[in-house]
Structures are given as C-alpha cells and as structure tokens.
C-alpha cells in the first residue's frame, strides 16, 4: 500500500466524519463550525445536540474503529491468519462476560474496574484458545473452531446470569448490539487514555512482526524471543478490544474485514498493514454507523450500529470462504478416533444413564430444606410429563439432524446450531413476534420451517463450490449464525418487556411447553424419526459419495432434498416448541459414532438415545441445581456440550504430543 493510498484514506475518514454529522442536522454549516471552535456557546436544543450527541459520537466511532482495525491487524500478523479477530477468537465474548458479571454482582466497582475485568474475560477466552489450538495451530481453522466453540460456551453463561438477575436484564441489549450513541464525552474522556498503549503497537510492533514472519526459527536467529513478544503484543491487543467493547459494546467484523481489505489495496509491510488497518478500521466503522442512522431514521426506531456491522461483515466472511482456501485454511480439526464396531458395554450404560435421569427427574426434588425422594403427586406429576417429554423429543429430533447434516456434507463438525439452520428458526419466530404479532408460545412451525429451509438452501448453494468442505462450510454457517443473532439483538434492543421474555424463550425452556404440545412434539419426532430410519440406506449410500449411490441407482437429487427438507422440519418443530438448543446436534452424533455406530441407521439410534439422554439431564439439573431459581435446560445443554467439545479438542491435542 502506498501513502498515497493511505492518504486517501484519511481523507475518506474525514468526508465521512464530516457526514456522519449532518444526519438530521438542523444547524447551518456556519453554526456548527463556530460550536465546533467554542462548545461553550451552544444555546439551543440543536446546539447542544449538536456538541453533547453527534460531536461525541462521530468521534467515538473513529476511535473504536481505529482500534478494532488495529487490532484486528495485528492479531492476523501474529497469527499469520487472515480469519483471525476478536469476534472469531472468542475475546469479545470473554469480555461480554466479564462486564456482565461485574454490573450484576458488583456494580459500585463498574466505573474504574470495567476494562480490567472485561481484559480478565478475553484473557480467559485466549487462554483456552491456546490450551485447544496450541501456538502451532494459530494458523486456520482450528482457531476458527476453537473460538467459535468459546463463543457459544461464553455466551450461554452470560445469558444464564443475565436470566438469573431479570432486573439487570434490559441494561445489557442495547450494550450487547453494538451502540455508539453518546450523552456527552464522558465516555470519550474515559476511553482515549486507555487507548494510548496502540502507540507501543504503532512503534515497536512492525519490526518484531517482519522478524515473525521469517518464522519462529528465523526470528530467534535474529535475537527476538518469539513467546514473549507474542504475549505482550497479544495481551497489549486484547487491552485496547476490551476497553473499546466497555465503552460500545459488542462490535463484531470489523477487526476481522479491515486487514484484509487492506491487504487488497496493496498493504505488504507489517507497517503498511498497522497503519492502512488503523485507518480503513476508522473509515469501515464510520460508514457502518452512517448506514445504522439513515436505518435508524427511515426505520423510526434505534438501529444499533453493532447489527449494521453484522449485516455488512456476515456477506464479506462468506465471500472470503469462497475464494480459494490457503493451505492452512483448510486444515481439519482433528478430533479422536472411533470403535470399529458398536460397544455394547457403553450402549448399556447410556440406557442407564437414561433411566436414572427418568427416575431423578420424576422422583428427587429439592425443596426449600432437604431433598424428597418420592413418587410424584397427581399435581406433580402434571407439571413434570410434559417438560419429560419435551426434554427427550428434543434431544432426538436434533441428533437425528445432526447425523444426518454429518453424513451428507462429509463433515463431523455439522450440526443444525454451528451451521445456522436453528438460527435461521430463531429468527424467523423472533421477528414474527415482535414485528407481526405472533405468540412465542403458539409453536409456529411454519414460520420456524421457512427461516430453516431458508439458511439451508444458502449453505448449500454456498458450499458447493468447495464440495461442502469443512473450512467452507463453517465459515459460511459461522458467518450467517453471526447475521442472525445480530439480528436477533437487534429485536432484543427494542428494549421492552417483550425483550426479557424473548432472551427466556432463547435459552431453550420447557418451563411453558403444555401437555398437548409435547405430545403433538413427540408424535412429529417419532414420525420423523421413522422416516430417518426408511431413509438411512439412501443415507449411507450418499454418506460414500454421490457417485456410488447413483452407480447404485440412487436418486441423489431427490434422496438430497428429502433428507435436507428433513432436517429443517426437525428444527423447525424442535425450535418452534422449546427455543434454540445447541450442541446437541453435534456431540450426540459424533459420541454415537466414536462408540462405534459407523452405519447410518446405528448412528441415527445410538445418537438419538445419547441425545435424548443429554437433554433429560440438563433440564432436570437446570430445575435442581440452583433451586429454587432454574436454568434453562438449553442453556445448560449448550455449556455442557461446549466443555466436553473443547475437552475433546484438548485431550486429541495432548494425545498427538505424547504421540510425538
């Protein structure tokens, strides 16, 4: 990149700035350079929303997306990862937590201790990166994975604690979208002074990052002690997102676009790359928050600039896992081995973990002294069958579309969650509550099906050109999980009472599910489940590949579309009952397989036992655990399922290094 390039640059950020200012703008030109010079003077409603609202805010935005872009910058460099960032490294999450904590247990300490405790949680994240990864796999998709793993971990604690404190709960949603409106410069004055160790970045990072990228061996030859300046330079880069994040909120991708729009443009240079980021991240951010007021505006209500950025960053991350992968872009996460043939050992003992989860979630409750071990009464018995059944249905219907996903797109780490397809119910019934009126609590199938069948006709089309390979395919199903949810934050920023009962009915309940409903659940499942079973040799075929199944006189276009328009009414029905689980349409599959089940109709059975299994105990811990308060089973399914995934991931890791 050339400084006339970078030049350019700045004066883009400036036009921008200066646009981002005349939005609504009632004031003449002349006007708002006299209170640009003397702010004391502003006398009317215009003038000081002018110093006090539109001032701050295009100010804040070019410091935030100066940051984010620097940082984004060098995480890649350190990396040497162009998917590399914040968003995907799991540290915004780690800070979103943190800040959550730290508001609903200790709020008189928020003011002077939010940066540190939000830098505690993205120092925790990055550290179970490494512990997963490894610094000899901060290269592709292992990082990917990793991140992505501790973002649905970290985000399903930070909504179980936000569910606990309901009366804390409409603080976070507009914070949690990403918003840049200011009140004053309050929070100018508190971030510009913790954003000053980007000039240890801007002065010393460029020479150790042109050493780094000589290669660890190379770089040591030179005199740099690699561990340690990777550390320092992380954890200097971790500061500045995390003070950024306490200020605005979660601000996703643009970290993640900025270096490597820069490195379209010409960036070679570790220095041209640190500065064209610093510059472009400003700019990238400035446009986004333009697009976020004019929707505002036309809209009439507050669009949060955090969703604008996923709106635009979500499209950009798909197109770059369209493009040809590098080598290590496409690495696979390696996970372990399975049996050769089924463990009927271990098949026994999931059939019993399953029976003792019948008779804990039936027969032991705690009260508000002891804990009762008895049959249930008539009245208990009543409020407890359908949350059963509910509980079990689910776990079935998502291990069969998990196994069914895995085995069609040659993929272990497919799942409904990871690729999108739940998210794409979720959506779908969000907005119809909020925008058309239609009740949470009426299981609209319908609606959840069309926004299924929607993500899965674009993941599909998107992921042919690689042939579904794993990189692609998750990259696309992170990229469009990510746009849902921002859009979901979006609804959930609208700040009413309906925003608390959406965020319950997203952690995944049985709590409102009525008897009928679950037995219409358990009849839809046991149908669909029926047809998974006739369709599993049509699977096993296509599991080989399409060539085989149609030398075998196999419909692959027509087995494709059942099976795919399967696994979207087994999310839909899922989702449109109980909200979004995660997790279970992944590990269920992938534990059946490693137990053994290597032919499609085993897997389909085995998982849906292991599946079913999960989600009974969930949802009876999350009613006993913290009683009488409960967590959501789906909420507590996703941070089990999350924790035994990143200890796979660990343990394969330590396996293969004893094995060295």
Known sequence: MSWKTLSVGVILVLCATLASVQIQQALPWLTQWHLLINPQSAESF???????????????????????????????????????????????SGAWLGLIILNIWWPEAAKDSSAIVAMAGSLIAFGLILL???????????LVISGMVINILLGAIASAVVLLHQEYAQNVFMWGAGDLAQNGWEWIEWLWPRLLPAVLIVIFAPRILTLLRLGHEGAQARGL???????????????????????????????????????????????????????????????????????????????PSGVTAAAIGAPALIWFSRRKLKAQDGLAVQLPGSLSAISWRLVTLFAALFTLAALCYFMVQPSDTTWQVALPSEYQWMLRWPRALTAIATGVGLALAGTILQRMIYNPLASPDILGVSSGATFALVFSSLFFGQSLLSMQWGTALVGSMVVLAIMLFLGRRHHYAPSSVILTGIALSALLQAFVQFCLAKGNQDSYQILQWLAGSTYRVTGSQALLLVGLIAVMMLLSLSASRGLTLLSISREFAQARGLNTSLMSLLLLTLVALLCAVVTATMGPVSFVGLVAPHLARMLGAQHSRSQLLLGSLIGATAMLWADWLGQVMLYPNQIAAGTLVAIIGALYFLGLLIFNRVRQRLAF
Do not use: C, H
């Open 46 to 92: 215009n003038d000081f929303n002018f110093v006090y609202a539109q001032l701050p805010r295009a100010v804040m935005t070019l410091m935030v997306g100066a940051m984010l872009g620097l940082v984004g910058s060098l995480m890649q460099q350190l990396t040497q990862n162009s998917l590399t960032s914040p968003l995907t490294m799991g540290t915004s």
């Open 132 to 142: 997963i990864a490894g610094m000899e796999n901060m290269t592709g998709l292992p």
């Open 225 to 303: 002690s690699v561990i340690p300046a990777f550390f320092i330079l992380m954890m200097v880069g971790i500061w500045l997102v995390s003070a950024s994040i306490t200020a605005v909120g979660l601000i996703g991708f643009v970290g993640l676009l900025t270096p490597n729009f820069v490195r379209a443009l010409g960036a070679r240079t570790p220095k041209q790359e640190l500065f064209g980021s610093l510059v472009f991240g400003a700019l990238l951010l400035s446009v986004t928050d333009i697009l976020a007021q004019g929707m505002s505006v036309w809209l009439g209500q507050v669009v």
